[in-house]
């Protein structure tokens, strides 16, 4: 029997199992007493198992996983938890690979309504049994408590649809949207500075304007343009001194900075800004949205959060965005940030006249802080300038940035990811919000230094700034918002369901046709029609389709405990210098050859693939979240250094430090490993995986704008099905690509100039993806040294770099495998 501590007797006490297993004990009571010894051994060999009997065992472990002490108990054949061990166990039980007499103890048990202790000893008991009897053929499957979750930042170029991304925002805002707030409105709009003048205002457009509990110049019936009047003649005579100025967009012409052509109801920018009648995504404060009467809270929040994405794109280090919903006589504020949007709630501008005219003079009146702009970042005619801390001392730098950043995320509820690179070429600067469950990726560059891992960014400066919970202060949240799900029916909503379910982007009905007004300046506005389904890329349908799946939009792996992910920003100064793994196709030099590009590639990948393994072998961290953005390309020529740096090393894990306590990971799904993406623990070959993704990637996307004659370029990417649908549907694409045969078609997606990288790629695949004997692809860590992945997969880097024909005495010196970390 398992002995228990102290603490784990404390845990059981303090967390009793009650009634919780009382729907189970009469089925567990009748199969006790039809069983008959061999007669329920389901392991393959005995009889066939009876779905009646399964599914009772299914029950009982459901149960004891889902409660508190399964998920605090630690179970004693590893680090994870009982709940952890329970789920394996579960999945065996599902699949009929499981043999009753195992689980027989802990059934007769709970049939005779055994103490706490008893019950949970034998959970242990049956933990341990069935591991031995169950022998691993690689590293076993289990789940490291970091949940893993999309964002909308996959979409880019001619993928940005309406559709497809208001189709990522759900998944992106379903399980983070609050209503009704409190304290929304005396947080952001009373107590201010401005609020007297917003007082005044009030009081003097409520003698002109308000009759019988209504205002009497306000537009009946409320449609878009006569509200839009309405408020132009309001700002002129209320607020003509105002920071800030309310504009319109007439056409999507009108509003350029995004990769998707957008048209706004309402939004403001600062007044002095020149341009009246052009205007940028980078200038926008506020953006609202004026709507009739025909309007749903999912569609009209979605819009709203496509728009919130572009701004936040076009303003990456923004640290939220004030919105607002203005339909018939009602209307709702909102603002979002890097945890999601909340609201202040439903208000009717005739009942409450005051909170109205508040709200409007408010987004006018409002300062940069107010506003949710960067105020850490210091902006200067000569340029963007930043003070940051370089030691425990209190030691500060500063530092000038290049204008744009080289890198940036196309999401709202993510990490936000930024990298800007020093004016004089010493350094990258990285703003980014990190949960405040996961140390900061300062302490894993500082432990990483300790231990003399080689080819990672050196810290040179870090400076926390703000965080979720300081922006949120002073708000008390409900629980989330509970959206309908669509075409599903009402069970498919039950808590077991959801579990169950994958799907990221699933279950969302969005009307095709929009609901804007029309300018009569919009004739694109006015000649736009639904296409056919023949006429939609099939990207597009895939979205339809899984729409269409009915199951639940949840992750399988997102908790729900109602409070929402408070996340710390930060800024990060690194050395040295480079530029994104992605950016080897956008050289500045116009006679850099193709082949001298490819180098450039394959040579940062193989130093990086060295860095990984001196920090996971040295440093004992797991870097975790591998992706084109997270590789520099230092830009080196002397021979000796290292060509490629791993950078972002926010989700990284020291191994054995146990979970983190984080909702989720939001990692790049292109980039992620098919096991990662089916809950199973992250190692460091699935980070070897995603290597391989990263190359295949770059190749068969990045390799086009190399090439000065594109034809041949796809249409529509095989690619696309790596970060498109459910987490399920993304595994079973990744797999089927990895097949030989699958493998082919990917690369026939390469460029011809890079007919050279295939017999490279065919290798990596054959080390990673090993057919079984059953022809099974192999895809999991096998016991034993890293070695039996890291060297191989090196030195076939090195043997490609070999057959390019090198152009110089350096690249001799740098493609012999002399450069980089060994």
């Known amino acids: 029997m398992a002995k228990l501590s102290q603490n784990d007797l404390n845990i059981i006490a303090e967390h009793p199992l009650d009634t919780s297993l009382d729907q189970v004990r009469e089925p567990l009571r009748q199969i006790e007493q039809s069983y008959k010894p061999g007669s329920l051994s389901f392991d393959g060999v005995a009889d066939g198992p009876d779905l009646g009997h399964q599914k009772v065992l299914s029950r009982l472990l459901y149960t004891l996983q889902g409660h508190e002490v399964a998920l605090a108990l630690r179970s004693k054949i590893g680090n994870n938890d009982v709940a952890n061990e329970l789920s394996k166990l579960f999945g065996l039980v599902r699949s009929g690979r499981y043999n009753y007499e195992h689980y027989r103890a802990l059934s007769r048990l709970v049939v005779k309504k055994a103490s706490d202790v008893d019950i949970w000893n034998a959970v242990l008991d049956l933990i341990i049994t069935v591991s031995r009897t169950t022998p691993p053929t690689s590293i076993p499957p289990s789940f490291d408590g970091t949940p893993v979750t999309i964002s909308s930042s996959s979409f880019q170029g001619s993928e940005q649809t309406r559709q497809i991304i208001e189709s990522a925002m759900f998944y992106e805002i379903k399980r983070c949207t609050y209503r009704n707030v409190d304290g929304f409105f005396e947080k952001y709009f009373e107590g201010r500075r401005w609020s007297c003048k917003s007082k005044e ?3 003097a457009v409520k003698k002109e304007q308000y009759r019988d509990e209504r205002w009497t110049d306000f537009p009946d019936p409320p449609d878009g343009d006569a509200v839009w009047k309405w408020l132009s003649r309001f700002q002129d005579n209320h607020l003509s001194d105002s920071p800030g100025v309310f504009y319109t967009t007439a056409s999507t012409s009108d509003l350029t900075g995004a990769e998707a052509r957008r048209q706004l109801d309402v939004f403001t920018k600062r007044r002095g800004i020149e341009n009246t009648e052009k205007h940028n995504w980078k200038d926008v404060r506020i953006i609202g949205e004026l709507k009739q009467s025909k309007w749903e809270l999912k569609k009209s929040l979605l819009q709203l959060a496509r728009y919130m994405r572009d701004a936040f794109t076009a303003q990456p280090t923004r640290r939220f965005i004030h919105g607002f919903f203005l339909h018939n006589t009602t209307m709702e504020l909102w603002v979002f940030d890097r945890s999601g949007p909340y609201s202040s709630g439903e208000f009717n501008i005739h009942e409450e006249p005051e909170k109205f005219i508040q709200a409007i003079t408010g987004y006018a009146l409002m300062d940069d802080e107010e ?14 300038f930043i003070t940051i801390s370089t030691d425990a001392t209190g030691k500060e730098k500063r530092m000038q940035l290049d204008e744009a950043p080289f890198v940036k995320q196309r999401a709202v509820v993510c990490r936000g990811t930024t990298c800007f690179r020093s004016i004089d070429h010493s350094g990258v600067v990285k703003f980014s919000w990190t949960s405040d469950k996961r140390p900061p990726e300062a302490d894993h560059l500082r432990l990483a230094q300790e231990k003399g891992v080689e080819g990672i960014a050196k810290l040179t400066g870090y400076q926390r700034i703000t965080s979720i919970s300081e922006l949120r202060s002073g708000l008390t949240f409900p629980s989330p918002h509970h959206f309908r799900s669509g075409t599903a029916s009402a069970s498919t909503s039950s808590q077991t369901q959801q579990s169950q379910s994958f799907g990221p982007i699933q279950n969302l009905s969005i009307s095709r046709t929009s609901l804007k007004r029309k300018h009569p300046g919009d004739k694109q506005g006015s000649q736009k029609k639904s296409r056919s389904n023949s006429q939609k890329s099939k990207l597009s349908q895939q979205f339809e389709a899984t729409q269409q799946s009915g199951e639940p939009a949840v992750s399988l792996f997102e908790p729900d405990d109602g409070n929402y992910s408070n996340r710390i920003l930060g800024c990060l100064a690194i050395a040295p210098a480079g530029k994104a793994l992605s950016e080897f196709a956008q050289s500045p030099d116009p006679e850099k050859s193709v082949a001298s590009a490819i180098k450039e590639l394959l040579i940062a990948l ?13 440093g004992n961290i797991l870097h975790r979240d591998i992706s084109e953005n997270n590789i520099i390309i230092t830009g080196t020529e002397k021979a000796g250094d290292v060509a490629g740096m791993l950078i972002d090393l926010d989700l990284a894990k020291v191994l054995g430090s146990g979970r983190s306590g984080a909702r989720h990971q939001t990692g790049t799904m292109e980039f992620m490993a098919i096991e990662v993406l089916q809950g199973i623990d992250h190692t460091y070959r699935h980070d070897l995986e995603s290597f391989f993704y990263v190359l295949i990637w770059l190749c068969a996307r990045r390799g086009w704008d190399l090439c000065k004659n594109p034809n041949g370029r796809p249409k529509e990417s095989r690619l696309g099905r790596w970060y498109t649908g459910s987490f399920k ?16 078609d990917i690369l026939m997606e390469f460029p011809s100039d890079f007919n050279c990288v295939k017999p490279l790629c065919r290798r990596i695949r054959g080390i990673l993806f090993p057919l079984l004997e059953d022809g099974a692809l192999f895809k999991g860590t096998r016991d034993g040294p890293s070695e039996q992945l890291y060297d191989p997969i090196v030195e076939v880097f ?25």
């Open 201 to 203: 205002i009030y009081n």
């Open 371 to 384: 506003l949710g702009l960067d105020t850490f970042t210091e902006m200067h005619n000569e340029g963007r």
């Open 606 to 618: 193989r130093d990086a693939i060295n860095a990984h393994r001196s920090l996971y072998l040295k």
């Open 729 to 744: 549907d993304i595994a079973e694409a990744k797999r089927g690509y990895m097949h030989v045969d699958g493998f082919e």
């Open 798 to 822: 090195d043997s490609a770099l070999a057959d390019i024909t090198p152009s110089s005495s350096e690249d001799r010196e740098s493609l012999s495998g002399k450069k980089g970390v060994q």
